[in-house]
């Protein structure tokens, strides 16, 4: 029997929400020190052509991430999390293909994302998914693993 997880935009403000947040921040803190966050805010995601992403498996959260502006052409892709118990159920592509849906959507070109070292489960999920290698686009911390996913935008004939 297969899962299905239904990944869609909700109010970045709602307790589900804040609450999957709160977990991620946790778990990045105690993997890297500081609170976790990323220098992410709630408030990235309450601007036109963004939007945060709640994962739900029989209607309970199970997972998010975020999509936030970074120029005209291209988004990031900002908390990805999946709770413990739901990973490698595909919580996370539900997460991704949401993102890269709305992204085209909003007409954006491509996804960046950033992950840090101690997450080689995040670095292979995004590979896997056509994401590669780029340089570092934020931030000045060295030990950062940048990733790119180009859009196709289907031709209207």
């Given at each position: 029997?297969?899962?299905?997880?239904?990944?869609?935009?909700?109010?970045v403000?709602?307790?589900?929400s804040?609450?999957?947040?709160?977990?991620?921040?946790l778990?990045l803190?105690?993997?890297?020190?500081?609170?976790?966050?990323?220098?992410?805010?709630q408030?990235?995601v309450?601007?036109?052509?963004a939007?945060f992403?709640?994962?739900r498996l029989d209607g309970?959260?199970?997972?998010?991430?975020?999509?936030?502006?970074?120029d005209?052409q291209?988004?990031?892709?900002?908390?990805?999390?999946t709770?413990?118990a739901?990973?490698?159920?595909?919580?996370?592509?539900?997460?991704?293909?949401?993102a890269?849906r709305?992204?085209?959507?909003f007409?954006?070109?491509?996804?960046?994302?950033?992950t840090?070292?101690?997450?080689?489960?995040?670095?292979?999920?995004?590979?896997?998914?056509?994401?590669?290698s780029?340089?570092?686009f934020s931030?000045?911390?060295?030990k950062?693993?940048a990733?790119q996913?180009?859009?196709?935008?289907?031709?209207?004939?």
């Amino acid at each position: 029997m297969s899962l299905i997880v239904r990944a869609a935009a909700e109010d970045v403000r709602s307790e589900d929400s804040e609450q999957l947040i709160r977990e991620l921040s946790l778990e990045l803190g105690l993997l890297y020190g500081g609170d976790g966050t990323a220098g992410f805010q709630q408030s990235d995601v309450e601007t036109p052509r963004a939007a945060f992403i709640v994962a739900r498996l029989d209607g309970h959260p199970v997972g998010c991430g975020a999509i936030r502006p970074l120029d005209d052409q291209s988004v990031e892709v900002k908390r990805m999390y999946t709770r413990p118990a739901y990973r490698r159920k595909g919580v996370a592509q539900a997460i991704l293909a949401e993102a890269e849906r709305l992204a085209a959507e909003f007409g954006y070109t491509n996804l960046k994302l950033q992950t840090g070292p101690l997450q080689p489960e995040a670095a292979a999920l995004y590979e896997r998914v056509g994401y590669y290698s780029i340089p570092i686009f934020s931030g000045d911390w060295d030990k950062v693993l940048a990733f790119q996913k180009d859009l196709v935008h289907e031709r209207v004939k």
